[in-house]
Structures are given as structure tokens and as C-alpha cells.
């Protein structure tokens, strides 16, 4: 079993605060708050990754909007109990904040990171998910539980395309993988009942590479999810 929970579960991002933060919670007197980060596409489009950071990131600095930073985290879940049901919550929790204050640093920023990359050391949860759009284009969906400390896991969605796509449609559910790969923020509508519909915002990390762990005892994940929340 892979103990080092900061191996476990890294991740980059580099982009700029498009919201106010707010406030989170608090633990042990410690107050953690959250916001939005733009972070950029090849494309030119970008997505929109909520963060969660301590107070103690933000002694010397403020978070205004259009500031560029760099944060190095993990990427979490948790569950959220509302309308009588668990709902699966995501969010990068910050461990570093660097904050980019001139063109000269945000050009040694771009130098030095990916501006949007996370890798995950994890056991797959739930039988994959394998289907073709309309468009013919192969898409896979998997659920990772990622080791964290103090008994606790994060249980993070992936989705894989291509190769990689049929590749997972016949991993075991227990199997440990690594996934390096990019948060990424999708938009979809969500139709109920009665006929109403709402838009809400997916967060998962879309694969460029997987590998399956060669060990001899892996860890089997219970598929009945159930996440304990730690400092988020």
C-alpha cells in the first residue's frame, strides 16, 4: 500500500483569483477560506477550480480579484449533506501559495510549472464506465479513492479518452493506478421531475497518462462511498 500521502495525491495550478473569498470553516481556531481560480486552457478556454486555503497563507498577502498566483495542494472531496442526501464535494485544498506580482515572475511561473497538473496515486473504486458519444469520440469514466492521513481518502472522479478509455474499461475494481492528468470544470444541466432544470459544475481530473501499480496486496475500495471530512 503507497503510505506517502503527499506523493499520493499533488497538484499545480497556476492562474487568477476571479472571486472574493469567503469564508469556510474553522478548526482548532484556524480559519479556512475559499475561492475561485481561472486557470487557462491550450485551447483558450479555461476553467474555473475552487480553492480552499488557510488563513496562515494569506498573512502577508491578500486575495484580490486578478491576482495571479501559483497554489501546490491536493485535489479533496467531502460530502455535503443537503436536500437529505450526500452530495460529493471537490476542492483543491492549498498547502503553498506563491503570489506572481510583476510579468517577470509570471513568466518564471509559466517556466517553472504546468499551469494546470495533478497526480494521483489511487485504487479504482467502481467498474469504469466505457461509452462513445455521438460524435464516435471513446470516453471512460473512473472513481478513485486516493490514501490520505489518519485513516481518511479522497474519492476523486476521472474521466480518460481515446486509448486510454478502452484501456480502462476492463480495469478491476481494487486495482491501484497513478494518473497524472489536469483539474478541469465542466458545465452541464441538471433535469428534474418536475420538468425544471438547473446548470451546475462538474470538477474531475481528465487523464493524459495512467499506469497500473504492480504490487503484490492492493487495497480494495468499498463502493459504498462514504467520506469523512478532515480540513475542508
Given at each position: 500500500?503507497?503510505?506517502?500521502?503527499?506523493?499520493n495525491?499533488?497538484l499545480?495550478l497556476v492562474?487568477?483569483?476571479?472571486?472574493?473569498?469567503k469564508?469556510?470553516?474553522?478548526?482548532?481556531?484556524?480559519?479556512?477560506?475559499?475561492?475561485?481560480?481561472?486557470?487557462?486552457r491550450?485551447?483558450?478556454?479555461?476553467d474555473?477550480?475552487?480553492?480552499?486555503?488557510?488563513?496562515?497563507?494569506?498573512?502577508?498577502?491578500?486575495?484580490?480579484?486578478?491576482?495571479?498566483?501559483?497554489v501546490?495542494g491536493?485535489?479533496?472531496?467531502y460530502?455535503?449533506?443537503?436536500n437529505?442526501?450526500?452530495?460529493?464535494?471537490?476542492t483543491?485544498?492549498?498547502?503553498?501559495?506563491?503570489?506572481?506580482?510583476?510579468?517577470?515572475?509570471e513568466?518564471?511561473?509559466?517556466?517553472?510549472?504546468?499551469?494546470?497538473?495533478v497526480?494521483?496515486?489511487?485504487?479504482?473504486?467502481?467498474?469504469?464506465?466505457?461509452?462513445?458519444?455521438?460524435?464516435?469520440?471513446?470516453?471512460?469514466?473512473?472513481?478513485?479513492?486516493?490514501?490520505?492521513?489518519y485513516?481518511?481518502?479522497?474519492?476523486i472522479?476521472?474521466?480518460?479518452w481515446?486509448r486510454?478509455?478502452?484501456?480502462?474499461?476492463?480495469?478491476?475494481v481494487?486495482t491501484?493506478?497513478?494518473?497524472?492528468?489536469?483539474?478541469?470544470?465542466?458545465?452541464?444541466?441538471?433535469k428534474y421531475?418536475?420538468?425544471?432544470?438547473?446548470?451546475?459544475?462538474?470538477?474531475e481530473?481528465?487523464?493524459?497518462?495512467?499506469?497500473?501499480?504492480?504490487?503484490d496486496?492492493?487495497?480494495?475500495?468499498?463502493e459504498?462511498?462514504?467520506?469523512?471530512?478532515?480540513?475542508?
Open positions: 500500500m503507497n503510505t506517502n500521502y503527499l506523493e495525491n499533488h499545480v492562474g487568477k483569483v476571479t472571486s472574493d473569498k469564508f469556510s470553516h474553522e478548526i482548532y481556531g484556524e480559519k479556512f477560506y475559499i475561492f475561485d481560480l481561472e486557470v487557462p491550450l485551447s483558450g478556454n479555461a474555473i477550480i475552487p480553492i480552499t486555503i488557510s488563513e496562515r497563507l494569506l498573512e502577508s498577502e491578500d486575495l484580490a480579484i486578478d491576482k495571479k498566483i501559483v501546490e491536493q485535489f479533496r472531496s460530502n455535503s449533506y443537503q437529505e442526501r450526500n452530495k460529493l464535494v471537490l483543491v485544498f492549498a498547502k503553498d501559495v506563491k503570489f506572481v506580482e510583476n510579468q517577470e515572475e513568466i518564471q511561473a509559466s517556466k517553472d510549472f504546468i499551469s494546470n497538473e497526480t494521483l496515486n489511487g485504487y479504482i473504486c467502481k467498474k469504469p464506465i466505457y461509452r462513445q458519444t455521438p460524435f464516435g469520440r471513446e470516453i471512460a469514466d473512473l472513481l478513485l479513492a486516493v490514501n490520505r492521513a485513516n481518511k481518502s479522497d474519492y472522479p476521472c474521466i480518460a481515446g486510454n478509455a478502452r484501456f480502462c474499461e476492463n480495469i478491476e481494487g491501484e493506478v497513478k494518473i497524472i492528468g489536469r483539474v478541469q470544470s465542466r458545465s452541464y444541466e441538471k421531475e418536475d420538468g425544471t432544470s438547473e446548470t451546475k459544475i462538474a470538477y481530473v481528465s487523464i493524459s497518462s495512467l499506469e497500473i501499480v504492480k504490487q496486496d492492493n487495497e480494495i475500495c468499498d459504498n462511498i462514504e467520506v469523512q471530512q478532515e480540513a475542508i
